[in-house]
């Protein structure tokens, strides 16, 4: 390996923008770390670096845009009078499925982290009695509902920097959990470099190396466009994709009568949204403002707008994001265009670093920014978006904090997939016994009507069970 030259120009923009710092070490450096550093130094948009952390960008006034919102156009799950009937969606969507329309988009670019789980989530054992992991719990799903439409469903991962290569070895070690390689793709999404909190300069991980963080989930967008993956989706035929994030095993993948309202309504961008248990509920908040459909987070939206109610009592703002959503690709084509379709947000982190005498820093405060990208600021780009509304209990069971947090642990989503399929079962003629566990693989039932299908008889389920 030859010895790199740092380029005149790289030093001049590092100079411009007041990066010179990056380069303090790089006489020290060996051959190869001089290269990765230069790799990465190369792939840096400086100029952009500078608009973000000198505030040049555009910054939103949420409190004025809470002003606006209203609750956005939606489908209520239990609402009789819908303009569209859920078995118009459910044959519109299955159309679209058995006609080879449709893939999944999983976002696995998270590590267990707050788990106290030092791997990806997707490798996260979380089914109640199969253990199966959260990335099994998926594609065993979409699998299940390619069977029984006749069809094969691409899946595409999209993993981080910190994810990518053991997630890619887990699928590898388990013959891609029955996917042929045709149906499975997965791809990294990028990352952004962390900057000092105080003076906006970008931190070394170390000597040889930048800190880097990914771009968030709106990092999608990029990503699809880098891997040519919007390319090959129309080449195969796809319209739609199913987009959801790999902590929620209840996630109906690619259902079929949120595909339909999708498409019944013409909208380019669906979400699935929950209503809100209570006004200050930490989920983004769905709402329409000037007739755009776009989420406001629960951090950006003050109190006294979250806590509006309806004459009858109820919230104003009801519809909370659950990360479900339906992209028709010509719409992820067209906005993909735009370099700049989607902001940056920032968030202020504790982040290791190296300072200029060579220490390495531990901080346990924050003392850093980081940027990231949201998929759903892609909603107020769309011609036409829609809000789906699911039944938490049967949509929503996210996996984020260890046991003992107050809310989404893992006995939290086992309690729910077991209430769920115990209802399925009950419906069905069965009776469990208390304190019994029940488990229902997807190739043996996917819902309710399929349990009723394959319990021929009532049974008395008095030990833990696992249908598959």
């Known amino acids: 390996m030859s010895e790199p030259t740092l380029p005149d120009a790289l030093r001049n923009e590092l100079g411009r923008y007041n990066q010179l710092h990056l380069l303090t070490f790089w006489d020290s450096l060996s051959t190869s770390e001089k290269h990765q550093l230069l790799e990465q130094l190369q792939h840096i948009d400086f100029a952009m670096m500078h608009r973000l952390t000198t505030g040049s960008d555009y910054a939103p006034d949420w409190a004025q845009l809470a002003a606006k919102a209203q609750a956005p156009p939606a489908i209520r799950w239990n609402d009789t009078q819908a303009r569209i009937t859920p078995v118009a969606a459910r044959q519109a969507g299955e159309e679209a499925l058995r006609s080879g329309r449709v ?21 996260f054992p979380i089914a109640p009695l199969s253990e199966r992991t959260l990335f099994e719990m998926h594609v065993d799903r979409l699998r299940a509902v390619g069977k029984k439409y006749g069809v094969k469903i691409p899946m595409l991962i999209m993993t981080s920097p910190a994810t990518d290569q053991e997630t890619r070895e887990f699928f590898l070690r388990h013959n891609n959990l029955g996917l042929s390689p045709q149906e499975l793709t997965i791809f990294c999404q990028g990352s952004m470099p962390a900057v000092d909190a105080t003076n906006g300069k970008i931190l070394l ?73 209570f006004a200050l509920e930490k989920v983004g908040n769905v709402v329409s403002i000037d007739g755009k459909v776009q989420i406001i987070e629960y951090s950006d939206l003050p109190s006294q707008f979250a806590e509006q109610t309806n004459p009858d009592g109820t919230l104003k703002l009801w519809a909370g994001n659950i990360a479900v959503h339906v992209f028709d690709v010509a719409f992820l084509r067209r906005v993909s265009e735009h370099a700049d379709a989607l902001p940056f947000h920032r968030a202020k982190k504790p982040v290791p670093h190296v300072a200029a005498d060579g220490q ?47 809310t989404d642990t893992p006995a939290a989503t ?38 009723q299908r394959r319990v021929e008889k009532p049974l008395l389920i008095s030990s833990d069970t696992y249908f598959a």
């Open 103 to 123: 893939a999944m988009i999983l976002a696995a670019g998270g590590q267990g982290t707050r788990l106290g789980f030092d791997h990806p989530k997707g490798l």
């Open 360 to 406: 390495s820093i531990q901080p346990v405060t924050p003392n850093a920014i980081k940027f990231e990208r949201f998929i759903f600021d892609l909603l107020p780009l769309a011609e036409q978006a829609i809000a789906v509304e699911g039944d938490a209990r049967e949509v929503f069971a996210p996996v984020k904090n260890a046991n003992g947090a107050p």
């Open 205 to 277: 991980a170390g000597k040889s190396e930048i800190a880097l963080s990914p771009d968030g989930h709106g990092g999608l967008l990029a990503a699809l466009n880098r891997h040519s993956l919007l390319k090959q989706a129309a080449h195969q035929g796809i319209d739609y994709f199913f987009y959801a994030q790999v902590d929620n095993p209840l996630v109906p993948a690619a259902d079929a009568e949120l595909m339909g309202y999708h498409i019944l309504a013409r909208s380019e961008m669906t979400t699935q949204v929950v209503q809100k248990r």
């Open 414 to 451: 086992q309690a729910a997939l077991i209430t769920l399929h115990s209802e399925w079962l009950k419906s069905a003629g069965c009776t469990i016994a208390p304190g019994v566990k029940v488990e229902i693989h997807p190739a043996w039932a996917l819902d309710a009507t399929e349990v």
